[in-house]
Structures are given as structure tokens and as C-alpha cells.
Nanobody, 127 residues
Framework: QVQLVESGGGLVQAGGSLRLSCAAS????????MGWFRQAAGKEREFVATISRTGTRRDYADSVMGRFTISRDNTKNTVYLQMNSLKPSDTAVYYC????????????????????WGQGTQVTVSS
């Protein structure tokens, strides 16, 4: 099992940047593919980005392509989400999730199929 804790959220003006971190417990972080998701008030949770367990493959939602970058440091058991050119529409609670590499490659992780979720971190972008 893995436990996930997100951090780095906050209030930022449109056009600004934030970097979210998701720290994982346990010695098996490098065996998990990881993902970022978000949920805005009154809306369903949506996929943002996923990364394979080695970091060689990454996928992004169209809405964040070119603005957000997912990365990971397996020596620090941490996955990151660098968010640039933020828009008010990016306002949401951001969650990280862990899954198997098989879930990454068959697409189920990006559809939100995961047994492991963090508690979320709020990102608010003001106009």
C-alpha cells in the first residue's frame, strides 16, 4: 500500500505559477504510475496528467497541455505538477493518485481507477 500527501496549493493570480507536490510513503513508490486529478466546486473530478512509473511516459488533459508538467523523483518518493500560465478555470482541489503501470498503459488510471488517493490541495486562481 501507499499513502499520499499533497502540498503546494494556494491562491495565485491568473498568469501565475504553482508547483504541487505529492509525497508517498513506503519503499515501493517507484513501482507505481502516478496521476494528478482535480475537482472544481460542483463538478466531477477530472483527469489532469499521468506519468509512468519510470517517468518515461506522460499524458495530459487537453485543457492543461503546454501549461502543466508532471514529473517524478523516485529517490524522493515524490511526484510534482508544475502549473504555469494559470487560469481561473484551473481553480479546483487537486488530488494525486497511484496505480500500476498496467493501469497507466491501459488507460484506466487516467479514467480515475485507483485505490490510492491523497487528501487534496486547494488551488485558487484569481482573475
Amino acid at each position: 500500500q501507499v499513502q499520499l500527501v499533497e502540498s503546494g496549493g494556494g491562491l495565485v493570480q491568473a498568469g501565475g505559477s504553482l508547483r504541487l507536490s505529492c509525497a508517498a510513503s513506503g519503499p515501493t513508490f517507484s513501482t507505481y504510475a502516478m496521476g494528478w486529478f482535480r475537482q472544481a466546486a460542483g463538478k466531477e473530478r477530472e483527469f489532469v496528467a499521468t506519468i509512468s512509473r519510470t517517468g518515461t511516459r506522460r499524458d495530459y488533459a487537453d485543457s492543461v497541455m503546454g501549461r502543466f508538467t508532471i514529473s517524478r523523483d523516485n529517490t524522493k518518493n515524490t511526484v510534482y505538477l508544475q502549473m504555469n500560465s494559470l487560469k481561473p478555470s484551473d481553480t479546483a482541489v487537486y488530488y494525486c493518485a497511484a496505480g500500476s503501470d498496467a493501469q497507466y498503459y491501459n488507460g484506466s488510471l487516467r479514467r480515475g481507477s485507483s485505490d490510492y488517493w491523497g487528501q487534496g490541495t486547494q488551488v485558487t486562481v484569481s482573475s
